[in-house]
């Protein structure tokens, strides 16, 4: 893929959390590459060091506690691996934001609304206080807040769970950033909000042609947006495949179990197929496979060695040595 | 009527155990944590001075008629020297000082941990217009001048360390009160609580059997912290002279030396000692309190600990724990790919 | 801040004061039939008959011959019209007079000592919060623990004894005629500043750490929680997260130790100023003490409690004024 058509490539991400009691692996070495204006799934369940990757694209990690290793961290070309706190300070929030998962708490509770979104615009586009109200209105009118002008008057704890998600939308767009990453955008609300949160973020997205690394648990919130998916498994990517792909056949066990809670409507024999136990604890994973403790097709090798990442097909890598789906590839 | 109250006392005795379980079990963490033995160590030391303070003390500390021996320095024959004004020894006065301290400090802080558990409980899970009673009094309670009421109340009752240990009780509850209650709030919407409610469970069953234990490791720490505050007070109490006159207490101590002339006459080891005294019995039971707090929230000791094992990171192990997680990426066909590896 | 709400807090104040006011009424009549009896202890070498005339007189004097409402109507009445009672000292001063007398002095030591705890308090824990984990938070921390476990009366004995009686840098023991009519010339605030100092050093440093440590926690606290992350986000700049996000936040916790500490300004002093001979509102009261001087007694216990509800409703409000939570009563 030529590199000027790509928004974030993201080469060898390490992140590493010393302790007292030993040093946790959070992320071991991810690749992740978003095309422009495409949206990206990351998939995975908590604690596989999802929000630790985010965090760390952000460079929002802090060290202490954390340290970050990384080859290659490029924006639009620009590689970001070496920028000084200043300059990051300039991107974030202007070509490149995040949506947090809590707006609760995402939000400071002692500031209204208004306020917050127009500290971004004279932060970043030298407004004056005034200018900045009339931009902070028409954000959150885009982002459908009703009675934009007086709800920015509100502290958060004054809004809906889906307003304040919204709000955080607003600010995640204000200045139309090249990059969003929206972390768990939708878990901490509603069924029914939660599709009328995904609505404004998806239909946000392809009006401006952002790019989108959206973070999830819930592979049916994927479903509607994503064009690719990147399946993660206790720090480490083990699928990577298009949507249409990874939903029809998936390679990796992990994935197929992922699938498998997902409810369908037209599936009425059938129970969910479930994934037992949970993520190994990131300071005692297991030999071999990561996987392999949960895993129904396991073999002795699983146990000894970590399967590479294998190219399958053009857009499709999995890790594992008996991936699904696959001729001459084990299990089925 | 009979069986009900059989069944009352078995459920209070079920929700006790599960209230002292965890009791063990802290005792057993603050062991293993180093700053916590060092407070236990301290405690226990102190528990058998005051318990054996006769076999300790060299001297009788209530001996007035030393008249000889008036105003010693420190010697061998007294470790301390004596008091200027009566010739009693200090170093014996110091051991036995350690028990009015104990006495008092333990048996407020008990029946504060008490007194509070019940009104925090009752407030935050019956709520209604206990709620609303509880909290009336914690607010008025809460500008009524302590110390000022405390000598009225000497004043009108006698002074004595029963005296003293009311009015603790009467004024200490109302703090635990409201950081008991806030908890219970919390709790009370829990769960397993709500489980129990829909199986039937009766209000006092709940209390005793899931809210109970559920505060009792704040409890626990909480009890600590404010025996070492009434440590503090009783010998504030005790310098104003509303203590049992006839006890020996390190307030007292203190007091007397003030007023015997210590400072004029330079004798400064007569008001250092009651002072190492307080020192040790009130730091020992924070420093529990305080190691109690940090076991609870882990998370706070941990983030400063960060720093210090940044600083003994070592560069060439990090390079090793990064290299560890390199792979190279095998690009081709897969089934090919496979028999390669294997 | 809502109307309703003020009006309710201050309605709430009126009903505290009323029901300290009962309490007062009602303490020195606690164990005897006739309050006279209290007020005027029988002495040995009284017969019984002297005793009665002496009772009689005392009824008569403080108004005990009428039913006890009457008596705890009167009292209001007094109350109102500003009238605390009359003291049993020769002349027959009134409360109100000895208490504007003493005030001052205390003030003097209890507000000069708040100011310099806050002042260094905020400063020092600002600096350990920045610095945290290393050498100048793990002082703090240590010093905190051994202040906390030495009594500041115990403090000032050893300042009076070192720089008061060896050094002779200070006076240990303060004479109240130091200055013949306060007029705030500067030899007189001088000569006053002097006499105070052992006893604000000995009152504040224990302020001083205490204070530090408060800040240095809810700083960190705020550091902690989510919205600083989203600040970050918005490529606010290091100094604009801290005073705008964190300090804000972290102001909540300390105005509620700011508010006990003011109430407790005009008793909190009390052993201190025995130790030093300064003839504040401690001394006062136990001079009352001693002389068995109830009505001097309560009225200071009026006063004081009244000082207490007046600086809890003011901390109330200026909460609620931060806080905006606060007002619907989330924060309760």
């Known amino acids: 893929m030529n590199e000027s058509e790509l928004m974030l490539k993201l080469r060898n991400l390490k992140v590493i959390f010393p302790s007292g009691q030993g040093i946790i692996k959070a992320v071991e070495g991810i690749n992740l590459d978003i095309e422009k204006g495409k949206c990206v799934a990351l998939v995975g369940e908590s604690g596989c060091g999802k929000s630790v990757t985010s965090l760390a694209i952000m460079r929002l990690l802090n060290s202490p506690p954390a340290i970050v290793k990384v080859d290659e961290l490029k924006l639009d070309q620009e590689e970001l691996k070496d920028y000084s706190d200043g300059k990051m300070q300039e991107l974030r929030g202007r070509t490149l934001s995040m949506i947090f998962q809590d707006a609760m708490t995402a939000l400071n509770p002692v500031m209204t609304i208004g306020k917050q979104i127009d500290e971004i615009y004279i932060r970043h586009n030298h407004l004056s206080k005034k200018e900045a109200r009339a931009e902070t209105i028409r954000a959150l009118d885009l982002v459908g807040v009703p009675e934009a002008k007086s709800r920015a008057n509100s502290f958060p704890h004054q809004l809906s769970g889906g307003l304040r998600q919204r709000v955080l939308i607003a600010m995640a767009f204000a200045c139309m950033p090249k990059l969003i990453i929206a972390d768990e955008p939708t878990t901490a609300l509603d069924v029914t909000i939660q599709a009328q949160v995904l609505n404004v973020l998806s239909d946000m997205q392809k009006k401006h042609q952002v790019s989108l690394l959206l973070i999830t648990h819930d592979l049916s919130v994927v479903a509607n947006m994503a064009d690719t998916i990147y399946v993660m498994y206790s720090g480490k990517i083990v699928e990577k495949a298009d949507k249409r792909d990874l939903f029809l056949s998936p390679h990796h066990p992990y994935t197929e179990g992922l699938l498998g809670s997902v409810p369908k409507l037209s599936d009425t024999q059938h129970h969910f197929v479930q994934i037992p136990d949970s993520v190994p604890h990131p300071m005692f994973k297991p030999t071999g496979c990561y996987f392999h403790p949960r895993c129904r097709y396991k073999t002795k090798k699983c146990e000894e060695r970590m399967p590479p990442l294998v190219k399958i097909d053009e857009n499709c890598e999995v890790r594992c040595w008996h991936p699904l789906h696959i001729k001459g590839g084990g299990s089925q | 009527m009979k069986k009900k109250l059989y069944h009352l006392l078995k459920i209070c005795g079920e929700g006790l155990k599960r209230f002292f379980r965890p009791i063990g079990s802290f005792i057993g963490k603050l062991w293993r944590h180093p700053k916590g033995r060092i407070g236990l160590i301290i405690v226990g030391l102190l528990i058998l001075t005051a318990i054996f303070a006769p076999l300790i003390a060299p001297y009788d500390p209530y001996d007035v008629t030393e008249r000889a021996s008036k105003g010693l320095s420190p010697s061998w024959n007294h470790l301390l020297g004596t008091t200027i004004t009566t010739g009693q020894d200090i170093f014996s006065m110091l051991i036995y000082g350690t028990r009015v301290s104990l006495i008092v400090g333990l048996v407020t802080g008990i029946s504060i941990a008490f007194l509070g558990a019940i009104m925090g409980i009752l407030a935050g899970y019956v709520g209604g217009l206990a709620d609303t009673f509880i909290m009336r009094t914690v607010d008025i309670m809460l500008v009524i001048p302590t110390l000022p009421l405390t000598i009225v109340l000497t004043n009108l009752f006698g002074k004595s360390y029963f005296m003293i240990i009311f009015i603790f009780v009467l004024f200490g509850w109302t703090g635990l009160a409201r950081v008991i209650r806030s908890l219970v709030l919390v709790l009370k919407n829990a769960n397993y609580v709500k489980a129990a409610e829909l199986a039937g469970a009766s209000r006092w069953h709940i209390m005793i059997k899931h809210i109970l234990p559920g505060v009792s490791h704040l409890l626990i720490m909480n009890t600590a912290l404010t025996c070492a505050g009434i440590m503090i007070a009783e010998a504030g109490l005790s310098f104003l002279g509303l203590g049992d006159p006839t006890a020996i207490s390190w307030g007292k101590m203190l007091a007397d030396a003030q007023s015997g002339g210590a400072l004029l006459f330079g004798h400064w080891w007569w008001i250092i000692a009651p002072g190492i005294g307080i020192f040790l019995s009130v730091f020992s039971f924070m420093r529990i309190g305080l190691v109690m707090e940090e076991i609870l929230n882990p998370r706070m000791k941990q983030s400063s600990n960060i720093y210090k094992i940044f600083k003994t990171l070592n560069n060439n192990y990090l390079e090793e724990v990064f290299e560890s997680m390199d792979e190279s990426v095998i690009l081709g066909d897969f089934a090919e790919k496979e028999e390669e590896i294997a | 801040m809502q109307k309703s709400y003020l009006i309710k807090r201050i309605l709430y104040a009126i009903f505290i004061f009323f029901v300290v006011m009962v309490l007062n009424f009602f303490i020195p009549r606690i164990g005897v039939d006739d309050p006279a009896e209290r007020y005027y202890p029988p002495q040995g070498n009284m017969t019984d008959v002297e005793y009665d005339i002496i009772k009689q007189v005392t009824r008569e004097q403080y108004g005990f011959d009428v039913s006890n409402l009457q008596q705890f109507l009167n009292y209001a009445k007094g109350l109102f019209q500003g009238d605390l009672g009359t003291s049993f000292r020769p002349g027959n001063p009134k409360v109100s007079d000895l208490i504007a007398e ?72 303060t004479n109240p005629n130091m200055v013949s009519g306060f007029d705030w010339s500067w030899e007189a605030v001088k000569v006053v500043m002097y006499n105070a100092a052992l006893p604000i050093i000995s009152m504040s440093i224990g302020g001083i750490i205490g204070y530090g440590q408060g800040t240095r926690n809810a700083v960190i606290a705020v550091t902690n929680e989510d919205f600083i992350l989203t600040a970050r986000a918005k490529g606010l700049s290091r100094n604009q997260v801290i005073f705008k996000h964190t300090l804000r936040n972290a102001m909540l916790p300390i105005v509620t130790s700011l508010g006990m500490s003011i109430s407790g300004l005009i008793g909190g002093a009390v052993i201190i100023e025995q130790i030093f001979n300064w003839n504040g509102m401690g001394t006062l009261f136990l001079e009352a003490n001693n002389t068995n001087d109830y009505p001097l007694m309560m009225g200071i216990m009026l006063f004081m409690s009244a000082f207490a509800i007046v600086a809890n409703l003011v901390t109330e409000l200026c909460y609620s004024l931060l806080d905006p939570r606060v007002t619907v009563g989330e924060k309760r």
């Open chain 3, 102 to 173: 003493r005030l001052p002095w205390t003030l003097v030591l209890s507000v000069t000592n708040l100011l310099i705890s806050l002042f260094i308090g905020l400063m020092i824990g600002t600096i350990a919060a920045w610095r945290r984990g290393r050498w100048q938070d793990t002082l703090l921390l240590n010093m905190s623990t051994i202040s906390t476990a030495l009594p500041a009366f115990f403090l000032a004995l050893i300042l009076s004894f070192y720089f008061g009686f060896e050094l002779e840098l200070f006076p240990a023991y």
